[in-house]
């Protein structure tokens, strides 16, 4: 199920990751598929770190956001990164076609979550592993500090 970004529609939403009207970013975009936030993105030469490969931040980057949106999407909650561990298994080339990030919370204790992310390639080669851990806030914690929108705003039908 494709899922709208509530944020989007706010004045000063400039996220680097998924923000549509920053010049510069990423403009991602995320499905729920059972208990699983998906995201298909196309790299170009923009986001390159050695000729023809994507660069390892973007791909940490990616990785983040698409965890984050797993805790917002399945947790209902918003949370901050506490720790960010990639381990990148081999180059993800840009020639490849779009890349596939798939991102699943797992074990949680107390206000810790940590999410598994996967990035494969073009071809369908898993390229890059993720153990990512975020620090979760209560539902009114989050809708008061965080501006998390609630459930239902993610899929609310587009005008």
């Known amino acids: 199920m494709k899922v709208f970004n509530p944020y989007n529609t706010l004045a000063l939403h400039n996220c680097f990751g998924c923000a549509k009207k920053n010049p510069i970013g990423l403009a991602l975009e995320f499905e729920l598929i059972g208990d ?42 918003a949370g901050v990164t506490s720790e960010l561990n990639v381990k990148y298994l081999k180059p993800v080339r840009i020639s490849n076609g779009a890349i596939k990030v798939k991102a699943k919370p797992g074990e949680q204790i107390e206000r810790l979550v940590n999410v598994n992310v996967e990035l494969l390639d073009g071809n369908g080669k898993l390229c890059v592993e993720a153990h990512i851990q975020y620090f979760v806030f209560p539902e009114k914690i989050a809708k008061e500090k965080f501006r998390y929108p609630g459930i239902e705003a993610f899929f609310a039908p587009k005008n």
Do not use: R
């Not at 993105?41 to 986001?47: R, S, V």
């Not at 994507?54 to 999407?73: F, K, N, R, Y």
């Open 36 to 77: 699983e936030v998906i995201c298909e993105w196309l790299p170009t030469a923009n986001y390159q770190g050695f000729e023809g490969m994507l660069h390892g931040g973007i791909i940490s980057t990616i990785m983040d956001e698409v965890g984050a949106w797993a805790v917002q999407l399945i947790l209902k909650t």
